[in-house]
Nanobody
């Protein structure tokens, strides 16, 4: 049983920063591709970023490129999303996900966390 637990969400003013964390247990973390997605009520889940198992390869949505950074610490079984220069439109529930291949669609991931709310006030 693979479990993903996100943390680090909250309320922040526009222009501020937050760092999300996702702790993974249940299988060898270093074998997984990890991704971050976000979703607002009534909208589809949106790709944010992904990172290869080694951490060498990363992939970002155009809307966050240059502002967000995905990273991982395989010794701690944790993936991070550093979010800088936050905008009101970044407000969403953020989910981390684990899968076998780098993918920009949610169907490419097998395991999901419960989500953490990020609210950016303008």
């Amino acid at each position: 049983q693979v479990q993903l637990v996100e943390s680090g969400g909250g309320l922040v003013q526009a222009g501020g920063s937050l760092r999300l964390s996702c702790a993974v247990s249940g299988r060898t973390f270093s074998t997984y591709v990890m991704g971050w997605f976000r979703q607002n009520p009534g909208k589809e889940r949106e790709f944010v970023a992904a990172i290869s198992w080694s951490g060498i390869s990363t992939n970002y949505a155009d809307t966050v490129k240059g502002r967000f950074t995905i990273s991982r610490d395989n010794a701690k079984n944790t993936v991070y999303l550093q979010m800088n220069s936050l905008k009101a439109e970044d407000t969403a529930v953020y989910y981390c996900a684990a899968g076998d291949n780098v993918a920009r669609g949610p169907l490419g991931y097998d395991y999901w966390g419960q989500g953490t709310q990020v609210t950016v006030s303008s």
